[in-house]
C-alpha cells in the first residue's frame, strides 16, 4: 500500500484517486478536500484522459459544498518538504495559478484553478466585474477562500487570481469538448483505411526509390528488392545494347 501524500497546505493526508492514464494504466491524483486542493506529480496532469478529466470535474463537484480551509500563504511539497513556488499560466479559460515543486516533484493547485485550466470555469471582464460591483461587495475567492471587496480589487489580495465564476455555458463547452476527444480516443481503428494509408504510404515510397535512379544494389531499400531489380536488368539490357 503506497503511503498517503500530506496536503501541501493544511498537512493532513490526502485522498489518492485513480484515473486513466493517455497511453497505458492508471494515474494516481491526490486530493484534499478540506482544502480544495490537488497534488499532481510530475507531468501527471497532462496524462489523465479526456474521460478522466471529466470524472476528476464530477468528483469535484461532488464536494464542492464541503466547507473548505483556507489555503496557507507557504506551501511545502510533500515529496522533499522544501517550500513550493507561486507561478502562473494561461489557459483557454484564462490565467491560473498554481505552486510548484523546484525539484520537479510535481504541483499543488486548488480545485478553482483547476477548473480554469481545464476549461470550466472562466474568469469575469472587467465590465462584468463594475456589473458586479453595483450589487455585491464582497466575494469570496474561488481558490484560496480569502474575502476580495470587488469595490475595491480586481483580483484577490491573498492569493493575487482573478474573480472567476462557473460559468454554466463553459462547463458545456468543455464537457462536450473532453466527451469528444474520450470518444475520439477509444474508438476502434477503420481497418479498411488503415490498409488503403498503408499502401499509399508504400506506393509512395516505391515510387520515390525508382526516382533515385540507383544504379547499384548497394543503394536499394530492401522492401524494394524486385521492382529494383528489373529496374536494374532494364537498364542494364539498354546499356549493352
Known sequence: ??????????????????????????????????????????????????????????LIHQHRDDQRLPVNAVLDCPRCHERLLHGLDLAKGGRFNYHRCLQKHGRFTTFAQFMIEKGFVRQLTASEINELRKKVGVVRCTSCGAPIDIRQDNACGHCRSPIAILDPEAVEQALASYQQA??????????????????????DRLRRQREKKANTVDSLDIGDLLVSGVELAWKYFRSSN
Do not use: Y
Request: glycine residues 6%; aromatic residues 8%.
Open 1 to 58: 500500500m503506497n503511503p498517503t501524500t500530506p496536503c501541501p497546505s493544511c498537512h493532513q493526508p490526502m485522498v489518492q484517486k485513480t484515473f486513466e492514464r493517455q497511453l497505458l494504466g492508471e494515474v494516481g491524483i491526490d486530493l484534499c478536500f478540506a482544502c480544495h486542493g490537488i497534488w499532481f506529480d510530475e507531468f501527471e496532469s497532462v496524462q489523465i484522459t479526456p474521460g478522466g478529466i471529466i470524472e476528476l470535474f464530477k
Open 182 to 203: 474520450e470518444v475520439k480516443r477509444t474508438a476502434p481503428p477503420d481497418v479498411e483505411m488503415l490498409a488503403d494509408a498503408i499502401l499509399m504510404t508504400e506506393k
